[in-house]
């Protein structure tokens, strides 16, 4: 499976655009029959949610004013990190019915090279289209440990790669010197631990002139709006979990109790920044991390531009 950030581009029904992110979050889009595949699903979910993995379903979307099977289906579909689908039939009058939406679901991710787990009942017999894939065959007694080995296996195939950081280029060094920073050098062992914190989600570590007051600075200008929530709301989790593990490490001794205070500071006073693509991936990322409990600053590729600009008229 492809394992690099990949943009779509061309919108399959028309719409003027698309550019949602492949595999772009820890989701699982599961397509199923409302009314056959009650219990299943309901099992799927707490798998999933164990693995923090998010189960979407194209039942649980509301997209009022907007086009439903692009928000409700299509771009779940391409953002998720894998996918389910129970090709359960549906019964009517004894005759065994596939359900259309669901096969529906099915083609749109292959024909988005996703990967998908496919289940049926063991007793029931799968379309002829579909007949050739690989189906996972399950009774009521062994779907829970089937579904959770195809899912831990499915997790395993798909984790993208991590991004390194952008390389920290003139006019982006530039820019952070512009707002009194500089990138910081990590060379010594209490820098580079605070770098590795960010540097899995592509963060970059940057300090103010005084070498005091730590910044994460992510150019994320490549993604969409939702990649850089996810990578900005993630960071803050690390940080959150590092420090609710302080008596424990300080237990152990992997850190003196002495520094407790000089981290918790470090804690308060760390700030994320961000750059984002356009004013509106701006707005949507500010006030989708308004919430985080710190200090997030979000610029746009054109305030970055801008502000060099302004500094080269002035010279």
């Known amino acids: 499976m492809d394992k690099t950030i990949r943009r779509h581009e061309t919108c399959i029904i028309g719409l003027p655009r698309c550019d949602y992110v492949f595999s772009s979050t820890r989701s699982c889009f599961i397509a199923y029959g409302f009314e056959e595949s009650p219990l299943e699903v309901a099992i799927l979910k707490r798998l999933l949610?164990?693995?923090?993995?998010?189960?979407?379903?194209?039942?649980?979307?509301?997209?009022?004013?907007?086009?439903?099977?692009?928000?409700?289906?299509?771009?779940?579909?391409?953002?998720?990190?894998?996918?389910?689908?129970?090709?359960?039939?549906?019964?009517?009058?004894?005759?065994?019915?596939?359900?259309?939406?669901?096969?529906?679901?099915?083609?749109?991710?292959?024909?988005?090279?996703?990967?998908?787990?496919?289940?049926?009942?063991?007793?029931?017999t799968l379309p002829f289209n579909v007949a050739g894939l690989d189906t996972i065959k399950y009774t009521n007694s062994d779907f829970e440990r089937k579904a959770s080995e195809a899912v831990d296996h499915a997790i395993t195939a798909t984790e993208q790669v991590a991004p390194e950081p952008l390389?920290?280029?003139?006019?982006?060094?530039?820019?952070?010197?512009?707002?009194?920073?500089?990138?910081?050098?990590?060379?010594?062992?209490?820098?580079?631990?605070?770098?590795?914190?960010?540097?899995?989600?592509?963060?970059?570590?940057?300090?103010?002139?005084?070498?005091?007051?730590?910044?994460?600075?992510?150019?994320?200008?490549?993604?969409r709006p939702e990649a850089v929530i996810w990578r900005v709301m993630k960071l803050c989790e690390i940080i959150t979990q590092r420090m609710a593990t302080l008596g424990i490490r300080i237990q152990t001794g992997m850190i003196d109790a002495e520094k407790v205070p000089i981290l918790t500071a470090f804690v308060q006073r760390v700030e994320i920044w961000v750059v984002a693509n356009s004013g509106d991936d701006k707005s949507a990322v500010a006030a989708a991390v308004a919430c985080v409990g710190r200090k997030v600053r979000v610029f746009s590729v054109a305030e970055v531009t801008g502000a060099l600009q302004q500094l080269a008229a002035k010279h």
């Open 49 to 124: 949610q164990t693995r923090g993995i998010e189960p979407i379903e194209a039942g649980g979307a509301l997209a009022p004013g907007q086009n439903a099977f692009c928000t409700k289906i299509c771009s779940k579909v391409i953002t998720s990190q894998f996918c389910v689908v129970l090709l359960n039939n549906d019964e009517s009058g004894g005759a065994e019915v596939p359900n259309a939406n669901v096969n529906m679901e099915y083609g749109l991710m292959m024909g988005f090279n996703k990967l998908v787990i496919p289940f049926q009942r063991a007793h029931q």
């Open 167 to 223: 390389a920290i280029d003139q006019s982006i060094e530039a820019f952070l010197l512009l707002n009194n920073t500089l990138v910081v050098a990590c060379d010594n062992d209490a820098d580079r631990n605070i770098f590795r914190l960010g540097a899995p989600l592509g963060f970059n570590l940057i300090a103010d002139f005084g070498g005091f007051d730590y910044k994460f600075f992510g150019n994320y200008s490549h993604l």
